[in-house]
Nanobody, 117 residues
Framework: QVQLVESGGGFVQAGGSLRLSCAAS????????MSWYRQAPGKERELVAS????????DYGASVKGRSKISRDFAKNMVYLQMNSLKPEDTAVYFC??????????WGQGTQVTVSS
């Protein structure tokens, strides 16, 4: 079955960095756009970054643009999110998403990122 397993979250001080990883299985990885979303307590889920099926087209949410980089490894079926210059407002649960249109939209369980001031 489809699985998206996030890892790499944790506690970090403001100004620090984290690298989140998402291990994908159970579907044709190369056919899906991959994204990271996040959801903070009391807030809606928001897009952090996405990467297309060619591994080159990327898009970033305004709040992380310039501080983050998304990448994917087709050989390992992995997606990564490198986040730098972290701020307390980056504190959220980060979710990995695989998308190929309606009915082909998968989510991981999420990994907590907490940034202390």
């Amino acid at each position: 079955q489809v699985q998206l397993v996030e890892s790499g979250g944790g506690f970090v001080q403001a100004g620090g960095s984290l690298r989140l990883s998402c291990a994908a299985s159970g579907f044709t990885f190369g056919d899906f756009a991959m994204s990271w979303y996040r959801q903070a307590p009391g807030k809606e889920r928001e897009l952090v970054a996405s990467i297309g099926t060619n591994g080159r087209n990327t898009d970033y949410g305004a709040s992380v643009k310039g501080r983050s980089k998304i990448s994917r490894d087709f050989a390992k079926n992995m997606v990564y999110l490198q986040m730098n210059s972290l701020k307390p407002e980056d504190t959220a649960v980060y979710f990995c998403n695989a998308w190929r249109g309606a009915g082909n939209d998968y989510w991981g369980q999420g990994t907590q990122v907490t940034v202390s001031s």
